[in-house]
Each structure stands twice: as structure tokens, then as C-alpha cells.
């Protein structure tokens, strides 16, 4: 007989997760992986299953290498599920896969027929890059692959021209290259050959890849065609390595609730994703990414590091918190959340660092800008609570997404991402850090802004990678601008930076506009504030003079209404000096109440007519005004030399 756990884990291999909740099982299943007759046993299993859920919480989940089953199918990691998810036209900012393009430029000329050996024995060493994906929330390792051919272009004997309008066809053709799900191959390499130089054309399709995985592929194709020694059996598989953090995520451990108990209650004080300015006007175009960069060098890069060693940070926290800065500068709302890409390799797997695969997980990262502080402040608490969110990593970005969904009642999704891989390379997956990279440019579903941060030539390379379309031009060049200003100044070691509550200012395009329509200090005529109605009335009778909600009225219609007023008024006695109280909601005839007091020769005091009757009264005895211009004709006021005149009955 089938032991309950065994079932379980059958379970778990097909895609389904179950649990308890209050002595109710919940579960959770791939699209198309919950069968009737898997349903059907679940149901005759349900009291046993829930008492080994509910008494397995100290039970360890342990890594099982499982080679024999190398070639089965296995579930979709979350990130893998968003990022099919976010393949769908019919999800908001959808219809684009998660993809990467990088061009490394070598001094040299490479061969070919080299290059095509080397990439196949890549191919071969990595299960991943053998790898189907399916949309109903599988992947399969294939155990062999046809020889895969590389497409070149001997660009040598081209004019400089030619030579940049192949360039420009190659980027077209992978740049954002849509690789079918169900299909292999899911990335690409294609050389382009120039007088003493080569280019290296990297597409792939993220669901199989992280940005440390990529490094672990070109190293090892740069190894193999140059000769250099390469390990070619990985003993750990990226199968055995999902399963498991599978298996982790649906036990019950005390990890498992302690990281549970904190998101829960974190959840509950948690912005969601920033109010940017965004342009509602669409084009029909159909919307890329494109990028925005700058490069800190060297110097740039130590200084920075020596200010987060001073304030005891990482300086990708220091980087984090201006970014933070600048999106708060252009967020109306203050409290907001972005997504923080983190490398979720298992250190406690053995040869978890040589294993290709997607590792992606998303720390969904709170930040408050309510109260006032100091861009020094800031850094220190976003170190803090980085390591509190870190440390309580049992539960998934994806699970955090899906529960404050919940908590706010809506669908959120998050479209800012801040990735940084400052200080996660080591010898064998810095190859990119090390590399002349010419090109680079990535585009993931459902994001406005990828702010990505790493080492570079020495230094550190900046880019935002943003999704046309969504933004007004001027809007994100000035976001950008802006990140890349406090950047240099804590590149310069200007610690003055530190200790300011706004750091980012505003951009100096902005600025200088803003110094020119504030610069208004100058001789002015003097005349009476009606002159200007009247002299207009004369030069522009035709023109708009004001909107309201009930329509538009020119110089020449307003007149009308600012005659009745001030022709009642002299009827009913007004003198030079009289005040008149304006009781009248916004529109047409508060405004030609106060232009028809004025020219009458009174003087007007405004009233809210929504304050409560008796305030208004008070107001009235105490300020001695002698006229009401009103609608409401019904509050009357019974004082003495008070004359009250309907507004609604003037002609």
C-alpha cells in the first residue's frame, strides 16, 4: 500500500502542492496537471493526508541527488510561472517574454567552425540549454540534441556603413527575439566577423537562464574554444535542485513559519507599487525596451565602496536607496514597493554555483518616505531591513506578491525592478565583469524600469532598461538624469550628500524653467483688480474668459452676468466703500458676484456657502457687510440694513 507521504511527494513531482489550513486542504496544481482521478484520490486520502501535514512540521527537508530520473519532466519555478504568465497579451503590460541579448567584442578573429565546437560542448555540459519549456507549467531536459550551426557574418570586407546596417539587422533579428514555448532551441549564438575583431551574439530566452548562469555558459564557451581546461561533468541538476525548494517550500519547518509570521505582519504596513507619471496616450505601436546608461569608474566604484564601508552597508544598498530616492521624487504616492531580483542559489547544495539554470527569486522590498530623513538614514534602514527580509526568505517574492494582493484587495503588480550583482561574482562567473561587452539589453513581462548594477571593466556599469510607451520621453531621461547625479556625487566621495533629505533635487532643465517663471520681480502698473476684466472685455469679447463645470463663457457673455450684479447693486443702494458678501459655490455667478461688487465701487467679502447657517450669520453681524449676492434664498437673515439679492433672479 502507498505510503501517505509517498503520495505527497508523487504530487509534488507532478506540480501539485497541498497543505493545511485550519483543517482544510488547500491545493494548488500547474495547469493541467490536476487530473479527476489524481482530484479523486486526493479526496479518499484527505484525512490521512491532513494528519501527516499537520504533525510533519519538524520533519527536514533534505537535497536528493536523483540522476535516473534526469529526463522527466518537472514543475515551473514561480519566477518560470510569472515569466509564462507574462507571455499573454491579455495580462496588463504583457505579450513580452523575459529575454536577454549581450554582444562581447574580442580582439581577435575568431573561426567559425571553433566556435560551433565549443558552443555544442556547452550545449552537451549544461542540461538547461537542452531544455524544453511548456505552458502548462513543465520543463524537460532533453538527454541529446541535433548539432546546433552557427549563423555567421563576415562583415571584413565592408564599408563602414554596411557595416553598422548589418549590426543594426542582427540586433533586429535577437535583440528581442520571442523563442516559442514547446520548442528548442530557447537561445542562440551568432558571430559577426570585422577586420581584426569579433563579435559574439548572445540571445536567450531568461525562463532557462539567470544572469549567473549566463556568465557560467560564456566562460565555459570562451574556455572551450581557447582550449583552457573545463570541468564537464555537473554532478548537481538543476532538476533535483527545483524539487527540492519545492519540497522546502510546502514543509511546515520552523524557517518555514518563522518567515511566514514575518511577512504577515510586514504585509500589513506594505505600499504597493509606485504612483509614477505615466502616458496614457497610446500610440498602437507595439512597445520594446529600450536603455539608458552611464559607467562609474574605478575610482568611482572605491569611493562608493569606502562610504559603505563607513556606514558598515553593502554598496549596492548605497545604490539602492538613491534609486529609491529618485522614485519617490516622481511618485505620488510615498509609501510603494519594488521588486528587488535576488540569486536564490542554495549554498548548502554541493556545486549548486556550476549548475545553469534559473535561480531568480524577487524580494518585494518596502520603502516609506513619509517622514523626513536623511539620505544617511535612509541607507542605514534599508540595510536593516534588507537583512530582516533576507533572513526570512523561507517564503518566495511571488508568495509575498500573491498575499499582499489579498491584503490590499487588488491585483498587484510591481513594474520597478532593482538588480544588482555588486559583490556575487567569483573567479569562475565573472566572465561579463571581465569581458568587452559592445551591447546589452533585456526586457522582462510586466515591468516599466529594470535598474541593473554591475561590475564592469572595473567599474560598475548603470543601466535602466525601460519599456517604451510607458513613459513621457522627458519624464524618464529626468528620472535618469537624476539617479546618475547623486550617483557621481557619492562617486566623488561628496559625503555632504549623506546628510541631505533630498538628494536628488530637481533635474536642471526643470529647474531652470521653474527659476524662469519664478522670476517675477519687477515694476508693475498700478490699477484696480477689475481694470483687467473690463480692458479685456474690450480687446478679446470673443475669447475664453472662464471654465466651468457647467461650460465655457467668453469676455462678452461674463460681461452680462457682471453687469446684473453691479447694476442691482447701485439699484438697491450700494455707495463707494459698501461691502458686499459673496455666498455663492463656484461658477459663473461668484465670479461676476465679485467683478459686478468691484465695479459697483463696493468692497466683496467671500463666504463658503457650504459652511454651516449659523457660522455664516455670525459671519455677516460680525463684519457689518451690508448686501448678500446668494442662490439660496430661503436663508434669509433677519438684521437690520441688510439687503439680500437672489442671484438666480437677475436678468
Known amino acids: 500500500m502507498e505510503r501517505i507521504e509517498e503520495f505527497i511527494e508523487a504530487l509534488k513531482e507532478k506540480g501539485i502542492r497541498i497543505w493545511s489550513d485550519n483543517e482544510k486542504l488547500r491545493y494548488q496544481a500547474a495547469k493541467g496537471a490536476m487530473d479527476s482521478q489524481t482530484l479523486e484520490k486526493i479526496k479518499e486520502k484527505k484525512v490521512e493526508i491532513l494528519e501527516f501535514l499537520n504533525n510533519k512540521s519538524d520533519i527536514e527537508v533534505v537535497f536528493k541527488s536523483n540522476q535516473a530520473e534526469r529526463y522527466e519532466p518537472f514543475p515551473l519555478t514561480n519566477i518560470q510561472n510569472s ?57 524537460r531536459v532533453q538527454k541529446d540534441v541535433p548539432e546546433v550551426k552557427i549563423e555567421s557574418y563576415d562583415l571584413r570586407t565592408c564599408s563602414e556603413d554596411e557595416q553598422l546596417l548589418n549590426l543594426q539587422n542582427i540586433r533586429a533579428n535577437y535583440a528581442e527575439k520571442q523563442y516559442p514555448l514547446g520548442q528548442w532551441p530557447m537561445c542562440d549564438i551568432v ?61 511546515k519547518s520552523k524557517e518555514r513559519k518563522k518567515a511566514e509570521r514575518y511577512w504577515q505582519d ?85 556545486g549548486v554555483d556550476k549548475v545553469v539554470g534559473d535561480f531568480t527569486d524577487v524580494n518585494v522590498y518596502s520603502m516609506d518616505y513619509s517622514s523626513c530623513k536623511s539620505f544617511e538614514s ?77 561590475e564592469e571593466n572595473g567599474g560598475v556599469a548603470v543601466n535602466w532598461d525601460y519599456r517604451t510607451g510607458v513613459f513621457l520621453q522627458n519624464v524618464i531621461r529626468d528620472m535618469f538624469e537624476a539617479f546618475e547625479r547623486v550617483l557621481k556625487r557619492l562617486g566623488k566621495k561628496d559625503n555632504t550628500v ?45 475669447k475664453t474668459a472662464l471654465i466651468t463645470k457647467d461650460g465655457e463663457y467668453t469676455y462678452a457673455a461674463l460681461k452680462q452676468y457682471v453687469s446684473a450684479v453691479q447694476h442691482t447693486l447701485l439699484e438697491n443702494g450700494l455707495k463707494p466703500g459698501d461691502s458686499a458678501a459673496v455666498m455663492l459655490p463656484k461658477g459663473i455667478w461668484q465670479i461676476a458676484g465679485v467683478l459686478g461688487t468691484l465695479l459697483a465701487g463696493g468692497v466683496y467679502l467671500p463666504i463658503d456657502s457650504k459652511q454651516p447657517l449659523q457660522r455664516r450669520n455670525d459671519i455677516i453681524q460680525d463684519s457689518g457687510v451690508k448686501f448678500v449676492l446668494t442662490e439660496k434664498v430661503e436663508e434669509l437673515y433677519n438684521q437690520e440694513k441688510l439687503t439680500t439679492i437672489n442671484v438666480n433672479i437677475l436678468v
Open 83 to 139: 515569466y509564462v504568465i507574462g507571455r499573454n497579451s491579455a495580462y496588463e503590460l504583457g505579450d513580452v517574454t523575459c529575454h536577454g541579448y549581450i554582444e562581447i567584442t574580442y580582439q581577435e578573429e575568431l573561426d567559425k567552425e571553433k566556435l560551433e565546437m565549443a558552443w555544442n560542448k556547452v550545449i552537451a555540459k549544461h542540461d538547461m540549454l537542452r531544455a524544453i519549456i511548456y505552458e502548462n507549467g513543465y520543463q
Open 191 to 251: 558571430l559577426s566577423l570585422w577586420k581584426g575583431k569579433s563579435i559574439i551574439h548572445f540571445s536567450l530566452d531568461m525562463l532557462i537562464t539567470d544572469f549567473m548562469s549566463a556568465n557560467l555558459i560564456l566562460n565555459d564557451l570562451d574556455n572551450y574554444y581557447h582550449g583552457k581546461a573545463v570541468e564537464v561533468k555537473v554532478e548537481t541538476l538543476y532538476r533535483d535542485i527545483v524539487l527540492y525548494n519545492q519540497r522546502k517550500s510546502m514543509s
Open 498 to 542: 549623506l546628510k541631505e533629505t533630498d538628494p536628488i533635487g530637481l533635474p536642471e532643465k526643470t529647474q531652470a524653467v521653474r527659476n524662469k517663471v519664478n522670476a517675477t520681480e519687477r515694476e508693475l502698473p498700478e490699477s484696480l483688480m477689475a481694470e483687467g476684466f473690463v480692458k479685456s472685455c474690450v480687446l478679446y469679447p470673443n
Open 266 to 350: 510586514k504585509i500589513r504596513n506594505m505600499g504597493t507599487a509606485p504612483e509614477l507619471i505615466i502616458n496614457n496616450q497610446k500610440t498602437g505601436e507595439r512597445e520594446t525596451f529600450k536603455q539608458l546608461k552611464f559607467f562609474i569608474d574605478e575610482e568611482g566604484k572605491e569611493n562608493i565602496n569606502e562610504i559603505a564601508k563607513e556606514l558598515r552597508v553593502t554598496a549596492s544598498t548605497v545604490i539602492l536607496t538613491a534609486f529609491g530616492e529618485v522614485i519617490n521624487k516622481w511618485s505620488k504616492n510615498s509609501k510603494f514597493s519594488i521588486n528587488m531580483t535576488m540569486l536564490s542559489r542554495d549554498k548548502t547544495i554541493p
Open 378 to 454: 535612509r541607507i542605514l534602514e534599508n540595510q536593516v531591513s534588507l537583512w530582516e527580509d533576507l533572513q526570512n526568505n523561507a517564503v518566495s517574492g511571488i508568495e509575498v506578491l500573491r498575499e499582499l494582493g489579498r491584503e490590499k484587495k487588488e491585483n498587484v503588480m510591481i513594474p520597478i525592478v532593482y538588480t544588482s550583482t555588486l559583490g556575487v561574482s567569483d573567479s569562475d562567473n565573472s566572465f561579463l565583469s571581465r569581458s568587452n561587452i559592445s551591447y546589452k539589453i533585456s526586457q522582462t513581462p510586466q515591468v516599466w524600469i529594470d535598474c541593473q548594477i554591475a
